[in-house]
């Protein structure tokens, strides 16, 4: 009989030689340009002390004590989730605990064998999970292109489902949402968008910014990213919420949020509205970190007009080196390698966030075109 402990080992020393070994690192004090922290709400003085606020002016349990269908459900969870489905439009909403347990319980449950879910290739690995639990016909069309998604949808049988995300994680591009809103609506399909890194920036998310509210069947939204704390929501209908509470095995099977999860979801939301300030001072940094980059057809900048900005160096060996010489000028930048991304389309992935300082920033673009070209 096999051994799984061998099995354990020969994997790990495959991905060792490959370049690709993961592990984990605790917190430093680099300046960050690698967190999703993009207005700072994780670090925030004024939203830790409304969550404290809101806490102390509610009697709460410690724990939730079980799955919302059981015992875990409170009128206080409900409110929040017509309020946040309210701000983006949307009319409805069902609480997630993750926007991975989101990705996976919508497109796992919604999708049945015989009908179709296309995926741009860059698409997250949650909604990848979520499609291979569904038992649907799978298709991927190539990023952004928009033949290739009409091609795909002729191919398309039973109920279809087309996913893409406003702001895609690993390149921080958005697609072309208009067009391809039209596309999947001439050919009688669903379209379903993940905000994850949209929201913040864009303070609804993009699709709301486009009123594409009523084109889209369904948005994700998640929490761990501008708006500093932790979870996700579904929006779409009501029908789509009732029809989720039924059917959506990570919904179901989970232990619903804690409280204090729930009051740092709300006062994230109350503090966004007043947020433009902070919101603007995202925006100045983005372009004055893409203002000085010089960029060379080996090594490009994807073009992103959001906050994740990505330099391709094209190798595990690469993108570790150039993270490194930027640790080791006090900035905490992250290599990306494969195969986390396909091979050839290794990175450093650089989140630029509100709080960054121009002396920073500055410091950063230096460092970069000194190292990355010498």
Known sequence: MASAQHHIEKKLAERKAS???????PENTLVDFCSND??????????????????????????????????GNLTYTENLEQQIAAWHHSEAGLLFNSGYDANVGLLSSLPQRGDTIITDELIHASVIDGARLSHANRYTFKHNDLEGLESKLKLAKGVCYVAVESVYSMDGDTPPLLQIAEIVEKHNAHLIVDE????????????DELDLNNKVFARVVTFGKALGCHGAIVLGSDKLREY???FARSFIYTTAAPFHQLAAIKMAYELLPQSIDVIDQLKNNIALFKKPIKITDSYPLI???????????KSNEKARQIAIQLQKNGLDVRAILSPTVPQGLERIRICLHAYNTTDEINLLASTLNQHING
């Open 19 to 25: 370049g690709a070994y993961r592990t984990l690192k």
């Open 303 to 313: 073009e992103s007009d959001n906050a994740i900005q990505c330099i391709l160096l």
């Open 244 to 246: 989720l509470i039924n």
């Open 196 to 207: 994850a890194h949209a929201v913040g920036l864009h303070q609804r998310g993009i699709v």
């Open 38 to 71: 993009y207005l700072g709400f994780a670090r925030s003085p004024l939203l830790k002390k409304l969550i404290e606020q809101e806490i102390a002016s509610h009697a709460s349990l410690n724990g939730s004590t079980g799955s919302r269908l059981i015992t």
